[in-house]
């Protein structure tokens, strides 16, 4: 059974840091995306970053570019999210997902096949 387990947000300071962790479960080596979105309350999920698993090729939304860093490690089947100059606009819930086919659009929704449970990031001001 596939598993993403995302975990490691919490509450900081406007321009602290965090690091997500996905912990991915039951198809070893057979990414190819992986990506993180986030939700705030009252609005709709939105792509912040991806990572192809093979290439290491890197998509980054504008509002996150020079400030968060995607990567993975292929060995622990785990992706990661460095989050820095954190802003209280970025407060939101934080959801990994994966899939193991290409994916033409890898900022839309709907390509993904698999979800972590979300992680809840909340910046103070």
């Known amino acids: 059974q596939v598993q993403l387990v995302d975990s490691g947000g919490g509450l900081v300071q406007a321009g602290g840091s965090l690091r997500l962790s996905c912990a991915a479960s039951g198809r070893a080596g057979e990414w190819y995306t992986m990506a993180w979105f986030r939700q705030a309350p009252g609005k709709e999920r939105e792509f912040v970053a991806a990572?192809?698993?093979?290439?290491?090729?890197?998509d980054y939304a504008d509002f996150v570019k020079g400030r968060f860093t995607i990567s993975k490690n292929s060995a622990e089947d785990t992706g990661y999210l460095q989050m820095n100059s954190l802003k209280p606009e970025d407060t939101a819930v934080y959801f990994c997902a994966a899939s193991p086919r290409y994916l033409p659009q890898v900022q839309r929704v709907g390509e993904y096949d698999y979800w972590g449970q979300g992680t809840q990031v909340t910046v103070s001001s």
């Open positions: 990572v192809t698993w093979s290439g290491g090729n890197t």
